[in-house]
């Protein structure tokens, strides 16, 4: 019988089209290593400016939500870049196959 591996799917999406896709295999990213990865690409739909804003404490004026990490059941984080309409998501899949790409 084959082992089942885990392995992150990130998607990335614009409204409600998915426009990229890519599978990592478990252990080459850390939970928190991946929050950062999901940061990185939604910054890619950010100014300049809505990326410090973002990085700002919470408590600071002039914060923006933009780069927070909202986790649902499973294990699957989500990020959405408010007012882009981009958001990227990476839920933990199990699989017998070897889907993931290095």
Not at 48 to 70: P, Q, T
Request: with cysteine; aromatic share 8%; net charge positive.
């Amino acid at each position: 019988m084959a082992i089942a591996r885990r392995y992150w799917v990130i998607r990335g999406y614009d409204g409600s089209e998915q426009t990229f896709e890519r599978t990592i295999q478990e252990g080459l990213l850390s939970e928190v290593e991946m929050k950062v990865v999901l940061q990185r690409l939604a910054c890619r739909h950010l100014s300049d400016d809505e990326v410090v804003s973002a990085s700002l404490r919470k408590n600071a004026a002039g914060f923006r939500a933009d780069l927070e990490i909202k986790q649902s059941h499973g294990g699957r984080f989500t990020l959405m870049t408010t007012g882009s309409g981009s958001h990227y998501t990476a839920p933990w899949k199990n699989s017998t196959r070897l889907p993931w790409k290095i």
